[in-house]
T-cell receptor, first 114, second 113 residues
Framework: DSGVTQTPKHLITATGQRVTLRCSPR?????VYWYQQSLDQGLQFLIQ???????AKGNILERFSAQQFPDLHSELNLSSLELGDSALYFC?????????????FGEGSRLTVL | AQTVTQSQPEMSVQEAETVTLSCTYD???????LFWYKQPPSRQMILVIR??????QNATENRFSVNFQKAAKSFSLKISDSQLGDAAMYFC??????????FGIGTKLQVIP
């Protein structure tokens, strides 16, 4: 158990809908990362937060947004969903901001858009 | 920008044998870190091994070791005495400065009994 909790584990929805994925980082970790893993692709970095502030942004679509709350949990909001958004979404946490720290991953949220 | 390239989509190894997974990378950072993560069928990513770029000595964790060639920007993972539980996707990753952790596309390792 990595200590990172993601909910829901599975989600099936229709095109055009909006979903929210939730992540609770490991106790004490201030950095939260979101990654998207599509079929036959590696992990695509979406966004990183550190202690409530956005610190880095990857190829995150404008239809996607995220935030980190004062209690350090994070939410990834996906709207106007398309078939191509079907993927495994991972949250990871790290205790430090600067590179080098181990990332602790949740089990992922599998999103299926029909 | 930083990139990570894994050129072996799939590899297979006989149980108890040794296998090497390849990874090359590119970064403009002088201070960076390299990782190998494992993703078993249960899909949760687990850190296998970590290497600081400033260290010349190759990292080792039990049956897992790396061959870090800084000049060539190469970072391969060697798994010795392969076990059935080693079957998984293996991702090479790079982290430099305050940049995000960048992952390769992964290598699927099959262990044959």
């Amino acid at each position: 158990d990595s200590g990172v909790t993601q909910t829901p584990k599975h989600l099936i929805t229709a095109t055009g809908q909006r979903v929210t994925l939730r992540c609770s980082p490991r106790s004490g970790d201030l950095s939260v990362y979101w990654y998207q893993q599509s079929l036959d692709q590696g992990l695509q970095f979406l966004i990183q937060y550190y202690n409530g502030e956005e610190r880095a942004k990857g190829n995150i679509l404008e239809r996607f947004s995220a935030q980190q709350f004062p209690d350090l949990h994070s939410e990834l909001n996906l709207s106007s969903l398309e078939l191509g958004d079907s993927a495994l979404y991972f949250c990871a946490s790290s205790e430090i901001l600067k590179g080098g720290g181990e990332l602790f991953f949740g089990e992922g949220s599998r999103l299926t858009v029909l | 920008a930083q990139t990570v390239t894994q050129s072996q989509p799939e590899m297979s190894v006989q149980e108890a044998e040794t296998v090497t997974l390849s990874c090359t990378y590119d970064t403009s950072e002088s201070d960076y870190y390299l990782f190998w993560y494992k993703q078993p069928p249960s899909r949760q990513m687990i850190l296998v091994i970590r290497q600081e770029a400033y260290k010349q000595q190759n990292a080792t964790e039990n049956r897992f070791s790396v061959n870090f060639q800084k000049a060539a920007k190469s970072f391969s993972l060697k798994i010795s005495d392969s076990q059935l539980g080693d079957a998984a996707m293996y991702f090479c990753a790079l982290s430099g400065g305050y940049q995000k952790v960048t992952f390769g596309i992964g290598t699927k390792l099959q262990v044959i009994p």
